[in-house]
């Protein structure tokens, strides 16, 4: 069964940066994505970046809002991807989770409804 645990969130400040870390285990799929999402309070949950795995592997997505300032990657012998994210902002702040699970070849990274595996979450909070 696939487990994804994530780690690295916190309390800083704007033009800080962390790293979010999600460790997957028991991972099968051939074609799917893993992708952070995150989560603010009274907001719907939305797709920051997202990394494919298997088929198109290595290929990464952002957001607009993102691009440029989070990287995602991963390393495939700690069964890890990371998102490093720098010159934070108030507005990333909120509830962060790493999903996989959603069939590559016929759902979108960043729409939730497709993906059936979620981390716990990590909270990160900005504030200015």
């Known amino acids: 069964q696939v487990q994804l645990v994530e780690s690295g969130g916190g309390s800083v400040q704007a033009g800080s940066s962390l790293r979010l870390s999600c460790a997957a285990s028991?991972?099968?799929?051939?074609?799917?994505?893993i992708s952070w999402f995150r989560q603010a309070p009274g907001k719907e949950r939305e797709g920051v970046a997202a990394?494919?795995?298997?088929?198109?592997?290595?290929?990464?997505y952002y957001i607009d809002s993102v691009e440029g300032r989070f990287t995602i990657s991963q390393d495939n012998a700690k069964s890890t991807v990371y998102l490093q994210m720098n010159s934070l902002k108030p507005e990333d702040t909120g509830m962060y989770y790493c999903?996989?699970?959603?069939?590559?070849?016929?759902?979108?990274?960043?729409?939730?409804?497709?993906?059936?595996?979620w981390g716990q979450g990590t909270q990160v909070t900005v504030s200015s």
């Open positions: 028991g991972y099968t799929y051939s074609s799917s994505y």
């Open positions: 990394i494919a795995i298997g088929t198109g592997s290595g290929v990464t």
């Open positions: 999903a996989t699970g959603a069939d590559s070849r016929r759902s979108s990274w960043h729409d939730p409804r497709a993906f059936g595996i």
